[in-house]
C-alpha cells in the first residue's frame, strides 16, 4: 500500500503512474475538488531553458527530459489544452532587447526584427524592436490536467491534511505536498509568490504564447483556444496571498504595451500561487528513509515537469531503479538536506 500526501500536479501524476502498474494508491490533500495548489494558479508554459539553465547545472537536461514525454502525457489525459504553436519572445525597448539577448542566444534562437514578429502575431505593438520564435516551447492547461488526473483516480483520493507522516498507515509514503513539504519532512523548500491575471476576450486575438519585456518589466502571455489569456507573473521571496496594487499595475502595463488590443479584453481573474522553491532551485527526488520518498521543491516548472517526476517516482517505489536524476536532484544534495 503507497500513500502520497499532496494532490497537487506532482502527487497525481505519480498516483496516477503507479496506479498504471499495478500498485494499490491512496492520495491525501485537504482539498480534494480544492483549488488551493500552485497548479490553479500556473499559466502552464512548457518551457525548458530560461532562467532556470543559470541555476542548478542539471536542471535543463531534466526539463528536456521531461518536455520530451508531454506529448505521450497529455495524450492520456485527453483534452489537456496541449498546443505547440511555440512562443515568441518579444523586447519593447532597446535595453529590454540587450537584456532579453543574452538568454536568445543561449537558446541558440534565430533573431527576428519587430516586423517579423509581428508578421507572426498580427496584435502585436509596432512599437517592439526585436524578437525570437521558440518552436519547441508548448503549452498546456494546469487546471484541466489536474481535472483529468483527478478523474483518473477517483475513489482514491482522501480529503484529509496530514500533519505527521507516522500516522499515515502505508508500506511506503510519497511526500509531494508543494510548499507543504517543509513542515513535514523539514526540508528547505520556501514559498515564492506569483500574481497571475486572466483576461479573456474574442478568441484568436493571440496564436503564441508570448514571454516578453517591456520597459524593464517581464510579462508572460498565454492564450487558450476558448478567449482566455493568462498573464503572469509577478515572482516575490515571500509568503503572503495578498494580490497588490503594483503587482497587478505591473502585469497589466506590460501586457498592454507588447499587446495593445488586450485594452478590449475583460479582467476575469486576480490569483495568487507559490511556486515551492529550493536552495539552488531544482527539485528534491529521492527517498528519505526505507519507507519515505520525497517529490517536491519544483518551484517554476512543477507542471513542465510532471510527467518526469512521475516516471522516476514510480520507478524508484515500484523498482528501487537509481536513474542518475535522482543523484542529481538528491534531498540530501549540498545545500538541500
Ligand atoms: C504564478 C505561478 C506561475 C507558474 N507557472 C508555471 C508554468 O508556466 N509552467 C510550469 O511548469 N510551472 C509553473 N508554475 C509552477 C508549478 O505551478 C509548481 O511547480 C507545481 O504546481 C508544483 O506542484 P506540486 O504538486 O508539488 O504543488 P502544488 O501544485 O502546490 O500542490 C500541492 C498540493 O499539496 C497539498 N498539501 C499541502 N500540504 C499538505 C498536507 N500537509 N497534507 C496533504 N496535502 C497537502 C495542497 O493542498 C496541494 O493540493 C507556476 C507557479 C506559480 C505560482
Known amino acids: 500500500m503507497i500513500a502520497v500526501i499532496g494532490g497537487g500536479i506532482i502527487g497525481l501524476s505519480i498516483a496516477r503512474?503507479?496506479?498504471a502498474r499495478g500498485a494499490e494508491v491512496t492520495v491525501y490533500d485537504p482539498e480534494p475538488?480544492?483549488?488551493?495548489g500552485a497548479w490553479h494558479v500556473a499559466a502552464g508554459m512548457l518551457a525548458p531553458g530560461r532562467e532556470s539553465a543559470f541555476e542548478h547545472p542539471r536542471l535543463e537536461s531534466l526539463l528536456e527530459a521531461s518536455l520530451a514525454l508531454w506529448p505521450e502525457f497529455a495524450a492520456g489525459l485527453g483534452d489537456v489544452g496541449y498546443d505547440t504553436t511555440g512562443?515568441?519572445?518579444v523586447a519593447l525597448t532597446a535595453d529590454d532587447h540587450?537584456?532579453?539577448?543574452r538568454e536568445w542566444r543561449h537558446q541558440k534562437l534565430q533573431p527576428l526584427t519587430g516586423s517579423q514578429v509581428r508578421d507572426r502575431e498580427p496584435a502585436l505593438s509596432p512599437r517592439i524592436r526585436a524578437g525570437v520564435h521558440a518552436p519547441h516551447e508548448v503549452q498546456a492547461d494546469p487546471r484541466r490536467v489536474v481535472a483529468a488526473l483527478r478523474r483518473a483516480l477517483a475513489g482514491r483520493i482522501v480529503a484529509r491534511r496530514i500533519t505527521d507522516l507516522g500516522e499515515v498507515a502505508a508500506d511506503t509514503v510519497v511526500v509531494a505536498a508543494g510548499c507543504g513539504t517543509a513542515a513535514l519532512t523539514g526540508l528547505p523548500i520556501r514559498p515564492v509568490?506569483?500574481?497571475?491575471?486572466?483576461?479573456?476576450?474574442?478568441p484568436g486575438l493571440l496564436r503564441h504564447v508570448i514571454d516578453g519585456s517591456a520597459d524593464g518589466r517581464h510579462v508572460y502571455l498565454v492564450p487558450r483556444a476558448d478567449g482566455e489569456i493568462v498573464v503572469g507573473a509577478t515572482q516575490e521571496e515571500r509568503g503572503d496571498s495578498a494580490a497588490t496594487a503594483g503587482g497587478v499595475h505591473d502585469l497589466l502595463r506590460a501586457a498592454l504595451d507588447l499587446v495593445p488590443g488586450l485594452a478590449e479584453h475583460t479582467l476575469t481573474e486576480i490569483t495568487v500561487g507559490h511556486r515551492p522553491g529550493t536552495p539552488d532551485n531544482g527539485p528534491l527526488l529521492g527517498r528519505l528513509d526505507a519507507r519515505t520518498v520525497v517529490a517536491a521543491g519544483h518551484h517554476r516548472n512543477g507542471i513542465l515537469l510532471a510527467p518526469i517526476t512521475a516516471r522516476l517516482v514510480a520507478d524508484l517505489v515500484l523498482t528501487g531503479s537509481d536513474d542518475p536524476f535522482l543523484d542529481d536532484?538528491?534531498?540530501g544534495r549540498n545545500g538541500c538536506a
Do not use: H, M, N, W
Open 17 to 19: 503512474s503507479l496506479r
Open 33 to 36: 475538488d480544492g483549488t488551493g
Open 87 to 89: 512562443t515568441l519572445g
Open 98 to 101: 540587450v537584456e532579453a539577448a
Open 193 to 202: 509568490k506569483g500574481q497571475v491575471l486572466r483576461l479573456r476576450g474574442e
Open 329 to 331: 536532484f538528491a534531498p
